[in-house]
């Protein structure tokens, strides 16, 4: 299965924006790239997916390389709520086995 | 509302006993998955089923056991012979065939063995 690579951590200022990076060099065609955010002791929130293109929605945006090698989550506008752990993750159509990484900690500063 | 439904919530156990954590979802999905996550640590997968009556091993399977006899359930029991069990046990499903979506996880079962 395919492997992300993520910083373990990164900060960001209130009202700033944040790019958070990952890598996954090893993508196959049928891998959709997902973003999850979670909360201390909860589970973890979807934030976006795409495939090849630039996504959109009110959480986040979504920014993919055209090799598809990686991908950047974009928050427009850190909030205190923003601060969680944020895992890049590749979900095959196939439904098969779905594999996390150890996600990037964002601290968001007021 | 759909979701999934982790019980219980909070289990405290002692050691050498065996604990069966329950999961359900409502959303009519074939997939579902169990994680593990340690303190600090990202989640680890510990079993998954794409269909009823069968499931694979992930990553970490020694110690566990899983059953799916109906679509809405996939029980885990964490064994005796699993040496570290104290984590957070996550329960997460998706669709399948064609574009299967995203993952939805319930709100997890805190383990602590004594």
């Known amino acids: 299965d395919a492997k992300t690579t993520q910083p373990n951590s990164m900060e960001s200022n209130e009202e700033e924006p944040v790019h958070l990076p990952c890598n996954h060099s090893?993508?196959?065609?049928?891998?959709?790239i997902h973003w999850y955010r979670q909360l201390p002791s909860q589970g973890p929130e979807y934030v976006i997916h795409?495939?090849?293109s630039n996504v959109n929605n009110r959480m986040a945006s979504l920014a993919i390389a055209e090799d598809r090698k990686s991908s950047t989550l974009i928050l427009h506008r850190a909030t205190l709520r923003d601060a969680a752990v944020y895992y890049c993750?590749?979900?095959?159509?196939?439904?098969?086995?779905?594999?996390f990484g150890d996600g990037t900690t964002l601290t968001v500063k007021p | 509302d759909g979701g999934i439904t982790q019980s219980p919530k909070y289990l405290f156990r002692k050691e050498g006993q065996n604990v069966t954590l329950s999961c359900e979802q409502n959303?009519?999905?074939?997939?579902m998955y169990w994680y593990r996550q340690d303190p600090g640590q990202g989640l680890r997968l510990i079993y998954y089923?794409?269909?009823?009556?069968?499931?694979q091993k992930g990553d970490i399977a020694e110690g566990y056991s899983v059953s799916r006899e109906k679509k809405e359930s996939f029980p885990l029991t964490v064994t005796s012979a699993q040496k570290n069990p104290t984590a957070f046990y996550l329960c997460?499903?998706?669709?399948?065939?064609?574009?299967?979506?995203?993952?939805?996880f319930g709100e997890g079962s805190r383990l602590t063995v004594l």
């Open positions: 089923s794409q269909i009823v009556n069968d499931f």
């Open positions: 090893t993508i196959s065609g049928t891998d959709y």
């Open positions: 795409g495939l090849t």
């Open positions: 993750i590749l979900l095959n159509t196939n439904a098969g086995k779905s594999t």
């Open positions: 959303l009519n999905h074939d997939a």
């Open positions: 997460a499903s998706r669709r399948t065939g064609g574009y299967t979506g995203e993952l939805f």
